[in-house]
């Protein structure tokens, strides 16, 4: 029986310029061709806060001083799914080459449906595109109407708005593909958020968060399993402090404890979590997965990582 399974790679997976970043997917397209070894017919996902900042920032630059024509919000999206997938594809096939694997690798451009009336258009959170000291941002806010925000004590990023993904309008072409036996890179950067508008599909400016949109993709394809890789090899409580704890296991009762608690940074470990829970709550016999790039095989085979579950965990 065949088993599936979604990879959401996290930034780490990926660099700030496409130098860095062709170098980095090699290390990713390893990790995620050891797991078909494993017999999984594997979606990634990935995504692209940096990427589609910079290139939303260099289209606004070509416009002012060249007289360019603008370039709308998710044209953008859609540009930096097409480079990012372009990379993963490249390596991941050569990877597969390299070691006899009969598989093709082929990156699907993604759009979301979200809702129009969606209250996160009123207050944009996500951020994207460089850091910046307040100065700048003030006077960036000045010349751009764009709304800035401090991120984790980094500095200062534009913030878009985040809202909730509803429908994944490829998601048949994506587990056709899935079902020939290929390797599919998809919803990148949480996909390219689309509004319902007249008998068509309009784009808007807004990010969807990726992990939301990978737990949404998992549960549509009935993946076996939902591995999130990020930057820690477990999720931890009291992170950072003298009390810190990894944990091996959690349900969705000992989640929810934890995130009533605050355990969870925002905009960061807590959307993993929360996406994690959508993915167990739809899929009963599903796993999540949380844990390092470097460690993803690990964690597969139970010997590291954080394993979230539907329910039955002792603590």
């Known amino acids: 029986m065949k088993k599936r399974m979604v990879i959401a790679l996290g930034g780490n997976a990926l660099g700030k310029t496409p130098k860095e970043q062709l170098e980095l997917v090699k290390k990713a397209a390893k990790s995620i061709v050891d797991l078909t070894e494993e017999g999984y017919d594997i979606v990634v996902t990935h995504g692209n806060g940096p990427q589609v900042g910079m290139i939303n920032l260099a289209m606004e630059c070509a416009h002012e001083e060249i007289d360019l024509p603008e370039m709308p919000f998710a044209e953008c999206g859609a540009m930096s799914q097409g480079y990012i997938g372009y990379h993963l594809q490249q390596s991941i096939q050569k990877e597969l080459n390299q070691r006899g694997k009969r598989k093709s690798c082929i990156t699907i451009i993604t759009q979301v449906l979200v809702d129009k009336k969606d209250p996160a258009f009123k207050n944009p959170t996500k951020p994207i595109g460089d850091f910046y000291t307040l100065d700048e941002a003030k006077q960036m806010e000045k010349e751009t109407g764009y709304v800035f925000k401090e991120d984790a004590g980094r500095g200062y990023r534009r913030v878009v708005p985040s809202p ?72 931890c409580i009291h992170y950072k402090t003298e009390n810190e704890q990894a944990l091996d296991l959690m349900d969705v009762k000992m989640a929810n404890s934890y995130i009533e608690q605050k355990e969870f940074a925002e905009g960061s470990m807590l959307p993993k979590i929360e996406a994690c829970l959508t993915f167990v709550k739809h899929h009963r016999n599903g796993q999540a997965i949380i844990t390092s790039l470097e460690k993803a095989k690990d964690a597969l085979l139970g010997k590291t990582g954080t394993v979230i579950v539907r329910g039955g965990v002792q603590k």
């Open 164 to 235: 909730e993904p509803s429908k994944i309008i490829e998601a048949k072409v994506i587990k056709d593909l899935l079902d020939k036996r290929n390797i599919v890179v998809a919803a990148g950067g949480g996909g390219i958020p689309v509004i319902k508008y007249r008998n068509t599909l309009k784009g808007v400016d807004a990010v969807i968060d990726k992990d939301k949109t990978s737990a949404r993709l998992a549960v549509d394809l009935r993946a076996d399993i939902f591995l999130i890789l990020t930057a820690v090899e477990k999720v």
